[in-house]
């Protein structure tokens, strides 16, 4: 039996600092995501937000997760316990081997993989055997619809997802996130290559389940989809998760497109955060103006419209590679 | 029929399943209840399932004399309660064939249309939001609270008015109340302009209500529908031009219909432009209110119409309502029955879902505008 310093090669007080320090980030930018995208809907129907608690409401969020760590756990009596209990667990956990991929600065990372990408493509992907769990293990039909739902949904939009990934490894030749960031120096890769953004953007937003692609969790049709049976922490998790990929999706499109930390005068994490939390305000505003698209819709969008598109980006691409 | 209630699913067909939206669903706006048969997500069949909210109302007016009943009036439809309550007040006037002063009758106009606006408006803040878009209904409840604003200042009550009498209105209407109205009217108009920036243009928006949920003019037919739904099919149909009731005569206003067959975004640009066609009559009303008495000079102490059947129908923000009474020439109706839209409405989801999507089913009940209370009355 090994002993737990050995474990991680013996860096476990480096793992235990990453560790804390990601969980850390999770629960603060959690709790500044939801009081945003609380006042940035607030603003764009007319209304104030959050005002009472905290300046600004600020403090709004801790309260309501104050009150969610208070609830009882209930464990409805015809679910699958083990699915049940393990789903809001899987949906998290891949999300913090994410954050540990991301460079959030110059030299600012836990450790430069080469395989960086191809990582954080399978990690993401994970979270939807959560999901599924919960949907299943939850023995609701609406629940079960919702992960049905969202497990197509998650597994079509990887493909437009990868494809739009591709032409950027092409000319950078590297799957090294870090790499591909210090690349971008003098320009970001949004200008040569606007058509990937663009569909990494959109597949991403459907990635986080979040609107015009909320469909698993369509409150008018499945009531609240596979988290229909969760309450208390147990859906709070979900809900953290859900804003924990939001940061990942436009993290990896900051990196991908946006040039990453590179930026003039300001520090480079000042850009890097900048550029993140500006492309979560877009996928804020999408939310709060669109309507949900219908299922069938979805799948077209993600099949015969962004696949083919991004085929044919990945090949002229690859021409212009060649020729130039 | 025993079957409709029965819980257990078939189990003898292991690909399909059945699902119930409802009673306590957030996009079947009350308590109504659809049983649904599906395959994966696509529906075999729908059936709606109706009572939970039956609050007796037809036969609450066979026990009480006609007074009695009319605050259950506005409580039959609580979002256009204006209309019916006044429907029911010209239906005994009718009976009793009392003439109601014109200054009576261009307030009732002017509250009424009003009142059809605020039910619009609650009707597309719906509808969007069962289709996930959250902002509009925000929008639309703001404007439809100022309705209620100018409403509450002459009625006293928001929702459930109780402000027509036999004979006329309990309260006249000042000068606030008529400036008021003019202004809301003005802002409405740049109001509407963003409604269709923000709801109508909206490819989203579009994509899930163009060519879903097709109501069709051989349905139509069979089932009696009425309102926005008949009118979205192309049939230029509306009480208030065929059969003019309390001096809408007077006024010149259009019958919209939708041009592209009867189709959820039919439903959507009908019911737009019914906002538009109400706000011209509200203009002409305001423009030409006379003064005068509010009250006919004499309206008998004992509401006692003569034996006989009466009918009396009016276009409410739903539809065709109509108002059957049989008197047998005492305090108390022998039979009052009331023909409501919501209530056909519905009754043709079992022939317009199967087919559809799960989704669709949501657009369908919403585009169709039910209220519970209206059906299960």
């Known amino acids: ?172 030749r590297s799957l090294s996130l870090y790499e591909i960031a210090s690349a971008q120096a003098s320009y970001p890769f949004i200008l040569v290559q606007p058509l990937a953004a663009i569909i990494y953007f959109i597949a991403g937003t459907a990635e986080t389940n979040r609107a015009p692609f909320d469909i698993p969790e369509a409150e008018s049709e499945l009531v609240a989809g596979f988290h229909t049976e969760y309450s208390g922490m147990r859906f709070g998790v979900f809900f953290l998760a859900e804003f924990t990929h939001m940061v990942i999706i436009c993290s990896v499109a900051t990196i991908l497109f946006l040039g990453g930390w590179n930026g003039p005068v300001l520090p480079g994490w000042l850009w890097f955060f900048l550029k993140v939390y500006s492309l979560i305000l877009v996928m804020m505003w999408f939310r709060w103006t669109f309507p949900r698209l219908r299922f069938d819709q979805l799948m077209s969008l993600a099949w015969m419209i962004l696949v083919p598109l991004a085929l044919v980006n990945l090949l002229a691409t690859t021409v212009l590679i060649k020729l130039l | ?228 739904v008949l009118r979205a099919a192309g049939v230029a149909q509306d009480v208030r031009k065929d059969e003019p009731y309390g001096g809408y005569e007077r006024f010149d206003f259009d019958v919209p219909v939708g041009d592209r067959g009867g189709d959820c975004f039919d439903r959507h640009t009908v019911r737009m432009e019914e906002m538009v066609q109400s706000m011209r009559i509200i203009e002409q009303a305001l423009a030409c209110i006379p003064d005068g008495p509010i009250m006919a000079p004499k309206v008998p102490k004992r509401i006692r119409p003569r034996a006989g059947d009466y009918y009396f129908a009016v276009e409410s923000a739903r539809g065709h309502f109509g108002i059957f009474i049989t008197s047998d020439g005492s305090d108390v109706p022998v039979r009052n029955k009331l023909r409501t839209p919501s209530f056909v409405n519905v009754s043709t989801m079992p022939v317009v879902l199967p087919g559809t999507m799960l989704a669709d089913t949501v657009a369908v009940l919403g585009s169709i505008d039910i209220v519970v209370p209206e059906i299960d009355r």
């Open chain 1, 1 to 172: 039996m090994m002993d737990f310093p050995q474990i991680f090669g013996g860096h476990w007080p480096a793992v235990l600092a990453a560790t804390v320090a990601i969980m850390g980030f999770i629960t603060v930018n959690a709790l500044a995501l939801i009081w945003l995208e609380r006042k940035v809907s607030a603003r764009i129907q007319r209304r104030y937000g959050p005002t009472e608690v905290g300046p600004f409401g600020l403090l709004q969020t801790l309260m309501d997760v104050v009150k969610l760590v208070g609830k009882e756990l209930i464990t409805p009596d015809h679910v699958h316990k083990t699915l049940y209990l393990i789903a809001p667990v899987l949906v998290f956990a891949p999300l913090m081997a994410l954050l540990s991929l991301i460079p959030i600065d110059e030299g600012w990372l836990f450790h430069d993989y080469d395989i960086a990408l191809v990582l954080l493509l399978a990690f993401s992907s994970l979270n939807i055997i959560g999901i599924f769990a919960a949907g299943w293990g939850s023995n609701n039909k609406y629940a079960l619809l919702g992960a049905v739902r969202a497990v197509a949904q998650n597994i079509s939009y990887e493909i437009p997802l990868l494809l739009a990934v591709i032409p950027i490894v092409i000319m950078t």
């Open chain 2, 1 to 228: 029929m025993a079957d409709t209630i029965e819980l257990v699913p078939d189990a003898s067909d292991p690909e399909t399943y059945f699902l119930n939206m409802g009673p306590q669903h957030p996009s079947t706006h009350g308590v109504l209840r659809i049983r649904l048969h599906l395959e994966g997500e696509r529906i075999l069949s729908a059936d709606p399932i109706i009572g939970y909210g039956h609050r007796a109302h037809e036969k609450m007016a066979e026990n009480r004399d006609y007074l009695q009943f009319l605050p259950n009036s506005s409580r039959i439809d609580y979002l256009s309660g204006m209309i019916y309550n006044l429907a029911y007040c010209q239906a005994i006037e009718h009976a009793l064939e009392l003439e109601v002063p014109e200054r009576a009758q261009i307030i009732r106009i002017i509250c009424g249309e009003l009142n059809r606006i605020s039910s619009h408006l609650l009707w597309l803040g719906t509808f969007v939001l069962d289709l996930g878009g959250f902002t509009p209904f925000l929008y639309a409840f703001d404007d439809r609270e100022k309705i209620l604003d100018i409403l509450d200042s002459i009625t006293g009550s928001r929702l459930t008015y109780c402000y027509g009498r036999f004979g006329g209105v309990t309260m006249d209407v000042d000068d606030v109340f008529l400036r008021r109205t003019a202004d809301f009217c003005d802002y409405f108009k740049t109001r509407l302009n963003e409604y269709h920036e923000l709801v109508t243009d909206n490819v989203i928006y579009q994509h899930r209500t163009r060519n879903v949920g097709v109501i069709s003019t051989e349905l139509i037919q069979d089932y009696a529908l009425s309102g926005p």
